[in-house]
């Protein structure tokens, strides 16, 4: 995620995956990369992100990690940059450190995903969030990740995109998930696919 995770002091663990992170389809883990299929028990890392509305999952993928290499390659150098910089200026990166790491030595990782990596929003009180993280097989990985984003936080990210990037977003949503139009003209429900 945009080498912010280079910045985070703690060591990372592996933790069984928490329910948030399970598939809806199956009432289980995520078995096969969204793009190319492999199975994700074998794939050396994958990422999954889950969009909400209310409690209801709308969006959710898992994708491996080279499939995510080729998806960033899609999307701008400039977008890239302007979302790296936005990151690095406005995620108060010390007190998520601070209030993480007296919790870094157990597997429950809802303190990771309580409230919005920007904005601060507790998770009950958004009306729309996504959360993501990173997986080697069946654990979580725990470092800088997993994280939640409140839509509010979704719409000033996209807003830092550029056109190209949100187009070819937008066809991403459009042909894995087939959801209409309407759905991408509302930014704060969009996989954020970085
Ligand atoms: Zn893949």
Known sequence: MTGIDKHWPLFPRLVPIPKIFHCLEHDGP???CLQCGIDLLHADRYLIE?????REPIVEYAMCSS????ASAELSAESLENVRKYFL???????RV???RPLAEQDDVSPWLSECLFTGLAADDCQERQVCGWF???????DFAPFMLSGKAIEAISEQLSEQTRGWMEDFVGNN???PSEFCDDPSLMPLLI
């Open 177 to 179: 998930f087939g959801l």
């Open 67 to 70: 499939c995510v290499e080729d």
């Open 50 to 54: 889950r969009v909400f509305k209310g």
């Open 98 to 100: 601070d209030r993480l």
């Open 89 to 95: 200026e406005n995620v108060e990166l010390q007190s």
């Open 30 to 32: 995520f078995r096969n």
């Open 136 to 142: 080697e097989g069946d654990r979580l990985r725990l």
